[in-house]
């Protein structure tokens, strides 16, 4: 019985060691890519366009690691719809922070997000607003859960913050700012 208490307690000591070093090693490499953002900032654009239904574009990014804490800034940043007309949702800066900690903790990401100078321009048909140049997909019963949860999800962050913004919303010879 000593015996196999031993082999377990050399077993657990043993993983959680290599779960150490994993652990320093994925940190690691993750503070090199982070730091030079900017040098692959073309790729990563292209892949974003290339897999979502939306297109980015953005001036230059920036890149940092402090503590536990990886910081990516966008700067001039637009997201748009391919084919649709109008400028979409432009911002002059977008500061996300992951928290490494946090997010552990919770076995889900947790960010800490601040949009500044972003301008969006809506449009009221048909009951409802839509921004211009950004189609968004139709949302379906089955998807509506789905859409909850995200919802959730960007609630469930540490902060959000969005200043020195403005939405113009037009419809019906009405118009709201």
């Known amino acids: 019985m000593k015996r196999a208490a031993s ?14 070093v994993l652990s320093a090693i994925v940190v690691g490499v993750a503070r090199e890519l982070v730091g030079g953002i900017n ?35 966008l700067y001039n940043i637009q997201l748009r719809s391919p084919n649709e007309e109008g400028a979409g949702v432009r911002a002059q800066s977008l500061n996300l922070e992951l928290l490494l900690l946090d997010s552990l903790l919770s076995f889900a990401p947790r960010f800490r997000l601040h949009i500044h100078g ?45 200043t020195d913004s403005e939405v113009t919303a037009t419809g019906n010879a009405q118009e709201y700012n």
């Open 7 to 20: 082999r377990v307690v050399k077993i657990a000591l043993a993983l959680a060691v290599a779960w150490l």
């Open 39 to 73: 040098d692959f900032q073309p790729r990563l654009v292209e892949y974003f366009n290339e897999n979502t239904d939306f297109q980015l574009q953005l001036e230059s990014s920036k890149g940092s690691w402090k503590g536990l804490t990886a910081k990516i800034q």
């Open 118 to 162: 972003a301008q969006a321009e809506m449009q009221y048909l048909d009951g409802g607003f839509s921004i211009e140049g950004l189609r968004l997909p139709e949302m379906g019963e089955a998807k509506q859960s789905e859409d909850e949860s995200e919802f959730d999800w960007l609630l469930a962050q540490r902060k959000l913050l969005i």
